[in-house]
């Protein structure tokens, strides 16, 4: 990925507005509780079948959740 590039999410503000807690999120996503963290805190990216798993699960758009910035 181009080091001038980052994925932001707001996957915690979805999870907290669905209610849902990051163990129901991870099991619903079919991935780990930790991995769940690691995308909330930015740290990691889901994969593009999780991602649009995730956003299925919120009724949502990809790239309403996951968000491509150029870093300044």
């Avoid at 990925?1 to 099991?27: G, S, V, W």
């Avoid at 999780?50 to 699960?57: D, N, R």
């Amino acid at each position: 990925m181009n080091p001038k590039l980052r994925i932001i999410n707001h996957l915690r503000d979805y999870r907290i507005a669905f209610d849902m807690t990051q163990e129901e999120l991870a099991e619903r996503a079919g991935v780990s509780r930790q991995s769940i963290i690691s995308i909330e805190n930015e740290r990691s990216v889901p994969n593009l079948f999780h991602a649009i798993k995730i956003s299925e699960i919120f009724y949502s758009r990809v790239d309403e959740i996951f968000i491509l910035r150029v870093r300044s």
